[in-house]
């Protein structure tokens, strides 16, 4: 669908006065891969309602991959209140002959959990977190890196 479309503008006033939101997520081969894009995304469809599910990791590419506290930090100053949920993975970059980004366990990767986490705490009303892309085998160490972080951060987990 073109978001710029009649046919998508006319769907989305069609269902105005819903209190429902359509988080979209970052996905980095696509154009919508950096929270600018979400900011844009959002006022090229002109809907309050579009708004975000951050993963941070979905917008790593070996351009940003060492900036990763960088581009958590853009993510909130630019997408703030917007933020509906997020998701906790992280990547690590495999030198080979054609450099990889592969999914690891939190705390493996280039993710800041801390500045991750301590901007999620803050914002008005608490966010789900959910770890994804792991094997069931790895959730329990994903969990504790999350809670072990928080905990040094002074960030209260609601489970």
Known sequence: CDWSSDVCSSDLRDTSGSRVSLAIEAINPTHLNNPR?????REDVGDPRIRVTLDPTNMLSPSVYYRATELINECFALLDEDILYAH????????????????????????????????????????????EFLSVEKYPQAKKFIEDTAAKVGVAIYK
Do not use: N
Not at 37 to 41: L, S
Not at 89 to 103: F, R, T
Not at 117 to 124: C, F, P
């Open 37 to 41: 894009a979400h900011v844009r995304f």
């Open 88 to 131: 906790a993975k992280d990547v690590l970059w495999k030198p080979e002959m054609l450099p990889a980004l592969s999914w690891v366990v939190p705390g493996e990767g280039t993710m800041d959990y801390e500045v991750y986490l301590t901007h999620l705490s803050r914002m008005k009303y608490p966010r789900p977190l959910m770890v």
